[in-house]
């Protein structure tokens, strides 16, 4: 089952020219998350701007209020705004038998060229 993040980033430019515009990673990233909207004013997408239909009112874009300084440039970690977790559940079919299994999940990020995967040992009583 796939499921996507209720919360558009903005686009205010295409992420992928970031990577290849830039060659240190930290440019990247800067641009990137420009793209995204962080720290913007408003701390949400302008109409229109957000990557797909927002879940909520002012539910879009990145904001955070914790910054630190890394080398003389601030830094923002983008989470602080949203105070929240978005929680997958497992429906497991009813003619599994009992026993022990293998659970694994997939999660493909939607801004970078990232993927992240792992797996748990469950038992199922």
Wanted: net charge negative; aromatic share 10%; with cysteine.
């Amino acid at each position: 089952m796939w499921t996507r993040n209720p919360i558009p980033a903005c686009k205010f430019c295409n992420q992928a020219e970031c990577m290849t515009n830039y060659s240190d990673w930290l440019e990247q990233q800067h641009c990137s998350q420009s793209c995204s909207g962080l720290n913007i004013s408003g701390h949400t997408c302008p109409p229109g701007m957000a990557q797909f239909e927002p879940a909520g009112h002012s539910l879009s874009g990145y904001y955070s209020s914790k910054c630190i300084d890394v080398h003389g440039e601030s830094e923002c970690d983008g989470l602080h705004r949203f105070q929240y977790s978005i929680v997958d559940k497992v429906q497991i079919p009813k003619a599994i038998p009992a026993g022990k299994y293998l659970l694994s999940w997939r999660w493909d990020c939607e801004q970078s060229r990232q993927i992240w995967q792992n797996c748990a040992d469950i038992q199922l009583i």
